[in-house]
């Protein structure tokens, strides 16, 4: 019979969702228009109001109040959200990710396994 599909847990939607984000900010453009730029603002800050785990997002609002994206060039928004993911690993107690693989692990690496 076919598999019950279930509501995400916290660390699905988490692991879904830093996936959708790092993969975001690697295809960003080096020099995003200022549309871009106020779109990827407006993505984090709606995710900052929406995510749906209370403690997480609020968590996640106080670090971008305190820290607010710098969304001026790809690399600049891969490194915000780098550094923003490395602080939830932090409190989580899980290993630190080195920030300068960024682009091999969401675009270049493994080449089969490209978005595009
Ligand atoms: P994830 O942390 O989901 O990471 C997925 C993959 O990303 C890793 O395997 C690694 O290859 C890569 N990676 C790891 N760190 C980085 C980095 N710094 N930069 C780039 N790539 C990286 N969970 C809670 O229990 N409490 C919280 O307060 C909480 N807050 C969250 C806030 C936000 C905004 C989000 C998106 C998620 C939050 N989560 C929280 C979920 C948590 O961060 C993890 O997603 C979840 O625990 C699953 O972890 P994982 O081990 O699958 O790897």
């Not at 509501?7 to 871009?36: I, N, V």
């Amino acid at each position: 019979g076919a598999k019950k599909e279930c509501p995400l847990t916290r660390g699905q939607m988490g692991r879904s969702t830093w996936e959708f984000l790092h993969t975001t900010a690697a295809y960003y453009p080096d020099k995003p228009s200022e549309e871009q730029q106020h779109a990827a603002r407006g993505l984090i800050e709606a995710m900052s109001l929406l995510y749906a785990c209370a403690h997480c997002r609020e968590h996640f609002r106080n670090h971008v109040e305190a820290h607010p994206p710098d969304v001026s060039s790809r690399a600049s928004f891969e490194r915000w959200l780098c550094d923003a993911h490395n602080e939830v690993n932090e409190v989580l107690g899980k290993p630190k990710f080195d920030c300068s693989k960024i682009q091999e692990r969401w675009r270049t690496g493994c080449r089969e396994a490209k978005a595009k």
